[in-house]
């Protein structure tokens, strides 16, 4: 057996999506709040009934196509210049990188986040934390 799955002709792995990959339709998927959210692009998706609806799309240009979050109003968004929340409403950033730095990972507790990133200008590893502001 190869990997985590015997591949059968009656497997109960499925094929949910295929799209094109490209920086614009890029995918992730993240477990929020008991749900799965799937980025696909811009485009934030819940996959319900057997079916990917639409939550929201990240307006801001930078977005690097990854989330991580508490509920469905408070998510913070990787991009390419920097950290940013969606709090149900609007975008914010939170922290702008002053150099070259790829967010690689986020770990989110009830009020607290944790942040990996590398700062490729410097060749330095990089650990941010923010805390829920009450």
Same mark, same amino acid.
């Given at each position: 057996m190869d990997g985590f799955f015997e591949c059968k002709t009656?497997?109960?792995?499925v094929k949910i999506y295929e799209g094109k990959s490209s920086l614009k339709t890029g995918t992730f998927l993240q477990k929020i709040d008991g749900e799965i959210y799937f980025v696909i692009g811009n485009t934030i998706n819940k996959y319900v009934n057997n079916s990917f609806k639409? +939550? %929201?799309?990240v307006t801001l240009p930078n977005f690097g196509i990854q989330i991580h979050g508490r509920t469905a109003k408070d998510i913070f968004l990787?991009?390419?210049?920097?950290?940013?929340h969606?709090?149900?409403n609007?975008?914010?950033?939170?922290?702008?990188?002053k150099s070259r730095v790829s967010f690689t990972d986020a770990v989110v507790?009830?009020?607290? +986040? %944790?942040?990996?990133a590398d700062d490729l200008t410097n060749g330095v590893n990089?650990?941010?934390r923010g805390k829920l502001i009450e």
């Open positions: 009656d497997t109960n792995i639409k +939550i %929201f799309e990787r991009m390419t210049d920097g950290i940013a969606y709090n149900g609007d975008f914010k950033y939170l922290y702008k990188f507790f009830e009020k607290e +986040i %944790f942040v990996l990089l650990v941010f």
